[in-house]
């Protein structure tokens, strides 16, 4: 059975970090790229961040270039998603999804079942 579980929200101050992470399993974790997405409320799910499937290349929204950092560890199944400098407009429901393909998360899947942040003012 896939499962994909997100864990590390919770709500922080404007200007702080959080690191997410997403334990896979069920599937060859090495075989997929690995991304990150969020969901607003009354917004579409919009992509972040995404890694290559041996973790030597990654890809990064505008939105969060230089705030965020996507990494993945291939021993241990998981995917993180190291935010710093978080804003208010960061409050999000954040999902990591893998897709079978060896560089970009394009078209997942499998989502994971989210995971919410919020960030105070």
């Known amino acids: 059975q896939v499962q994909l579980v997100e864990s590390g929200g919770g709500l922080v101050q404007a200007g702080g970090s959080l690191r997410l992470s997403c334990a896979a399993s069920g599937f060859i974790f090495s075989s997929y790229a690995m991304g990150w997405f969020r969901q607003a409320p009354g917004k579409e799910r919009e992509f972040l961040a995404s890694?290559?499937?041996?973790?030597?290349?990654?890809y990064y929204a505008d939105s969060v270039k230089g705030r965020f950092t996507i990494s993945r560890d291939n021993a241990k199944n998981t995917v993180y998603l190291e935010m710093n400098s978080l804003k208010p407009e960061d409050t999000a429901v954040y999902y990591c999804?893998?897709?079978?393909?060896?560089?970009?998360?394009?078209?997942?899947?499998?989502w994971g079942q989210g995971t919410q942040v919020t960030v105070s003012s």
């Open positions: 999804a893998a897709e079978l393909t060896s560089r970009r998360v394009v078209y997942p899947n499998y």
């Open positions: 890694i290559f499937r041996s973790g030597a290349g990654t």
